[in-house]
């Protein structure tokens, strides 16, 4: 009897340990600016790549469905980012590829700000974006829902990233889809 209940003890600490092992993470989010010239934005608009490192550290795979970035500058909507539907591997690193462009005009309404920016070399813009999709584990869509916001400071004449802070936070129904 006593070794039954050794037993089951056993087996409910094992079955914890797996629970906490594959319990759904985080995905982790590193951005880097990326462009051929120089940035005038008060003038011109400019178009440019933005390479996102993206983490998956969960044991499945997961797809993704398109969406938009919104990139903002003193809380003005400076510009968009287009992210396509795709998919990436459990336990993985993906570099993300994604155009944007930023409207040069919309700065122009912080001209002060920006030429503070521009002496300093550092310049604050923000981005948030929701990014739905499912993983499958064994033979269940498990839907998931990714909102990150990220403050980025990067250099105001090329656009190289100083330093950023990225807040993910993940939703995932307890139903299977």
Not at 49 to 55: K, N, Q
């Amino acid at each position: 009897m006593a070794l039954a209940g050794i037993a089951a003890a056993g087996a409910m600490a094992a079955g914890g340990v797996a629970l906490w092992k594959f319990r759904p993470k985080d995905p982790i989010f590193e951005m880097r600016f990326c462009t051929d010239s120089p940035m005038l934005m008060a003038v011109i608009d400019v178009e440019l790549v933005l390479s996102i490192s993206v983490t998956n550290p969960n044991v499945a795979p997961i797809a993704y469905t398109s969406t938009t970035m919104d990139i903002f500058y003193h809380d003005t909507l400076l510009g968009q980012a287009k992210v396509d539907e795709g998919t990436q591997e459990a336990d993985s690193t993906k570099i993300l590829r994604v155009p944007a462009k930023l409207d040069g005009l919309q700065v122009t309404n912080h001209v002060k700000d920006l030429i503070k920016d521009v002496y300093k070399r550092e310049m604050l813009l923000h981005s948030t974006v929701t990014i739905c999709g499912a993983a499958r584990v064994w033979k269940w869509r498990h839907k998931f829902e990714v909102h990150v916001d990220s403050d980025i400071k990067v250099d105001p004449i090329y656009l190289d990233v100083i330093e950023q802070e990225n807040r993910v936070h993940m939703e995932m129904p307890l139903v299977a889809g």
